[in-house]
């Protein structure tokens, strides 16, 4: 486990007044907050931002801190010395419990259940936080529904009343039908209890992995349809491939490009499919030999044809 | 050697959550949800305590406010502004996706 210089975190200096310490803060909280930051990692910086504000923002928690850092540079190998709390009463409880799953092994040591918390009140039963974590899956599990393997990182008490990370490895099942934003609830798989506590629940929110060949609203999907120029003007049966399958199309005679076709009901399925747009894109043959020239020059010699004069109307 | 149990989730769709689901799941009181919903803040805004039922999206909403009051001290109001701006942005970006007009 690494020493957290939370001072360098939060940017200020070790004599950094409280107003200094909530002004930085806020300072970062409006960088790196994942809604609205684009900066790279905003959602850990922010978790970092957050811990170091928790503990430099409590008197008791900050003075407590500072004397343990006297010995310790950032990063550094560190475990906390056996009672290095004694003497220190962490008061005003709220963030040890609520955040205690977002936050570090270096700052769960500290101030979490495996430091104070842990050895006070025998027989004392808590239920696990609830934990939540996003996840990213093909638009086509959402046809078909499927399995995924997904890691975390769960914070966990050792023998010797420590908290420790361990990675572990759920297969969680995809339901048909899912939408982007939807939550799956894993129930029991949260953080465990405390003192016999029952385990917290895991939530599980779905967002699609960007596809460059779909695009999807809601239920609805879209998605972009090559054709000839032959087919768009003449119409034609094609066949295109579809998150549900293969499935055959009647391009209507005198298409252009933009032109959208919905497939009703082969969206997303569920209670209410969604539907799946097809946008027809007319893509012209290169002009590449002496025969596509020669067409190109006959279409030129015998349509009349002037696309900008239509416009004009 | 690798864990071949599968599990499988419950989908919170549509008035999956209880009340005490949601607070659980945000890690406040559940007076914290309630004063939201009476302020108008947060779900529809029903009167009827025992039917209050919450979906995925209730769920997202309230984490956001939580975070947001958190976070900038911010008053339960300001933060559901900025979520409802941050709600409809998203609205937006979703729709100019699915248009093709956005690749981000």
């Not at chain 1, 385990?199 to 695009?215: C, K, N």
């Not at chain 1, 969604?274 to 010699?301: C, F, H, I, Q, S």
């Amino acid at each position: 486990m690494e020493f957290k210089d939370y001072y360098q975190v939060l940017g200020v200096s070790k004599t950094a007044s409280a107003d200094e310490i909530k002004k930085a803060y806020r300072k970062l909280a409006r960088k790196f907050h994942p809604d609205v930051s684009k900066e790279p990692e905003a959602e850990q910086r922010m978790q970092e931002i957050n811990e170091a504000k928790a503990v430099l923002s409590d008197p008791e928690k900050r003075l407590a801190y500072d004397q343990l850092a006297q010995q310790y540079r950032s990063g550094q190998d560190f475990q906390p010395p056996p009672d290095w709390d004694t003497g220190f009463e962490f008061s005003g409880r709220g963030f040890e419990e609520a955040d205690l799953g977002e936050f570090s092994d270096f700052f769960a040591n500290l101030f979490g259940q495996g430091g104070r918390a842990g050895r006070g009140g025998r027989g004392y039963q808590m239920r696990g936080e609830d934990r939540h974590a996003k996840i990213n899956i093909d638009l086509a599990d959402a046809f078909h529904g499927s399995s995924r393997a997904i890691t975390l990182q769960v914070p966990q008490v050792d023998a010797q009343g420590r908290v420790v990370s361990r990675e572990h490895t759920l297969n969680v099942r995809i339901p048909k039908g899912v939408k982007a934003g939807q939550h799956i609830r894993l129930s029991g798989q949260g953080s465990p209890g405390l003192g016999g506590g029952p385990a917290g629940d895991l939530f599980l929110e779905i967002h699609f992995t960007p596809d460059s060949q779909y695009r999807v609203e809601g239920r609805d999907v879209y998605q972009r349809v090559p054709v000839t120029p032959w087919e768009a003007a003449l119409g034609a049966n094609i066949e295109i491939p579809t998150p549900s399958g293969a499935v055959k199309i009647k391009v209507p005679a005198g298409s252009q490009t933009g032109r959208r076709l919905r497939l009703k009901g082969r969206g997303i399925p569920g209670p209410e499919p969604g539907d799946l747009y097809v946008e027809l894109e007319v893509v012209l043959p290169p002009a590449d030999t002496d025969k596509a020239r020669e067409l190109y020059k006959t279409m030129a010699d015998e349509l009349a044809f002037d696309p900008r004069q239509r416009r004009g109307g | 050697m690798a864990q071949q149990h599968i599990f499988s989730g419950e989908l919170i769709d549509e008035a999956t959550l209880t009340l005490e689901d949601l607070a659980r799941a945000c890690s406040v009181d559940t007076d914290w949800v309630v004063e939201r919903i009476e302020s108008g803040l947060l779900a529809d805004g029903s009167p009827y305590v025992a039917s209050w039922r919450f979906t995925s999206r209730d769920l997202t909403r309230a984490r956001r406010l939580c975070q947001l009051e958190r976070d900038f001290e911010a008053a339960p109001e300001l933060a559901a502004l900025a979520t409802d701006l941050i709600e409809e942005n998203q609205r937006l970006r979703e729709r100019l996706r699915a248009a093709g007009l956005f690749d981000n």
